[in-house]
């Protein structure tokens, strides 16, 4: 094998430098969508007001990072012509960036409900019933990074099995508020908020099932977003 010179040397590690930012950048706009679910749940559940206006207001932050990230793509795509796993990851970062800033979306609609919520409250409140709905989900966020982070097949497989729990728990709470509905007519309009917050957290744990997949993708090469997860079990599972 050939030595490198100087320069290619240079180039190498710059290139290496860049993807790893990108990378970096990748995990810091996931953890500001984590902390947004997290706010989003803790506002819904304890009517904390202040906290709902705050989540409302913070997808803007969330918007410029996938500008920025999507604009660092770009710029390695136009640049450096990567190939292979290099092309695969800014490829996937791209559809990854994409899911979290639905992600942040759906925390900012259970912020902007947790608000209208806010006034109307009672002793005991069924605004507590999405509460361990809610902490899946951020799990399922937080298990997707910590995968991207480590490129960690296995781990990523590990939650995408763990979406079907989520949707089982969205269905029980569904039945669960609408049997709240018939015992108190007067809170429907309510009840129906609380249900849309249920179902913007069960669509965060949809995206996190979609940021495995593009870890999947990074890895391996191997497309599975249209993939049942038993498919994906048997082609990815050692």
Do not use: W
Not at 46 to 72: F, H, P, W
């Amino acid at each position: 094998m050939e030595n490198m010179t100087g320069g290619e040397q240079h180039t190498s590690q710059s290139y290496n430098a860049e993807l790893e930012a990108l990378r970096s950048s990748v995990l810091a706009m996931g953890g500001l969508v984590e902390q947004q679910c997290q706010s989003a749940v803790e506002a819904l559940i304890t009517g904390d007001e202040k906290m709902a206006e705050e989540v409302a207001r913070s997808d803007y932050a969330v918007n410029e990072l996938e500008l920025e990230i999507s604009a660092q793509c770009t710029d390695i795509l136009a640049r450096r012509q990567p190939a292979a796993r290099d092309l695969r990851m800014v490829v996937g970062v791209i559809r990854m960036v994409a899911n979290l800033e639905r992600i942040g979306d759906e925390a900012a609609k259970v912020g902007r409900l947790a608000l209208k919520l806010s006034d109307n409250r009672d002793k005991h409140s069924y605004q507590s019933e999405p509460q361990h709905l809610g902490e899946g989900v951020t799990a399922m966020l937080r298990g997707a990074l910590d995968a991207f982070a480590r490129l960690d097949v296995d781990m990523a497989i590990e939650i995408i099995a763990g979406d079907k729990e989520i949707d089982r728990e969205f269905k029980t709470l569904t039945r669960l508020l609408m049997t709240h509905m018939m015992e108190q007519p007067q809170q429907v309009k309510n009840m129906l908020r609380v249900n849309s917050c249920a179902r913007a957290l069960e669509r965060v744990g949809d995206h996190a099932v979609n940021l495995c997949e593009e870890v999947i993708y990074l890895v391996e090469g191997n497309d599975v977003r249209h993939l049942s997860f038993e498919e994906i079990k048997r082609r990815h599972v050692s």
